[in-house]
């Protein structure tokens, strides 16, 4: 069974909005944290946003205010909403337990902002 599987990537115009879905495995879902992680060409890995079991929620500086991280229990998801998108939001996006677990990253899910 694939831990982790992304999707509702895709190209959008600056401004836009998409929605990301990550669909967990029961192990990963129930832990202490789950996260949204980036890597743009030619950089680092980054945490955009997390959230814990307890719903408390926390995002990058590059994000907030634009982006909101929710989970659903019952279907086992994690779900990124991305409103006022920008070039510089252009990357791979993927979800992950917070702190990552190196078995756990997936193929990622294309996020292509450009007009």
């Known amino acids: 069974q694939v831990p982790l599987v992304e999707s509702g990537g895709g190209l959008v115009q600056p401004g836009g909005s998409l929605r990301l879905s990550c669909a967990a495995s029961?192990?990963?879902?129930?832990?202490?944290?789950l996260g949204w992680y980036r890597q743009a060409p030619g950089q680092a890995r980054e945490l955009v946003a997390q959230i814990r079991s307890g719903g408390f929620t926390n995002y990058s500086d590059s994000v907030k205010g634009r982006f909101t991280i929710s989970r659903n229990s019952v279907k086992k998801m994690v779900y990124l909403q991305m409103n006022s998108l920008k070039p510089e939001d252009t990357a791979v996006y993927y979800c992950?337990?917070?702190?990552?677990?190196?078995?756990?990253w997936g193929q990622g899910t294309q996020v292509t902002v450009s007009s």
């Open positions: 992950n337990s917070q702190p990552p677990n190196a078995l756990y």
């Open positions: 029961g192990t990963i879902f129930n832990g202490n944290g």
